[in-house]
């Protein structure tokens, strides 16, 4: 993934795998993308977290 961003020209924005998602949801505002590579505690990829997942299972688990 991290190649695949390099060659877009972008770098890829990360963050650990013990993150809060308003660290993940401040991270998209502040480099206007969509989605966050997550690195465990080895710095490997360990998932992505998209807008959509923040939208649906962040903001979706606060409604009643």
Do not use: F, N, W, Y
């Given at each position: 993934?991290?190649?695949?961003?390099?060659?877009?020209?972008?770098p890829a924005v990360t963050c650990p795998?013990?993150?809060p998602l308003s660290?993940?949801?401040?991270?998209?505002?502040e480099h206007t993308i969509g989605a966050v590579m997550v690195l465990?505690?080895?710095?490997?990829l360990a998932g992505v977290?998209?807008?959509g997942?923040?939208?649906?299972?962040g903001l979706g688990?606060?409604?009643p």
């Open positions: 993934i991290h190649d695949l961003l390099s060659i877009a020209g972008k795998d013990t993150a660290q993940v949801a401040r991270l998209m505002s465990d505690g080895d710095r490997h977290v998209t807008d997942d923040l939208a649906v299972r688990q606060e409604l």
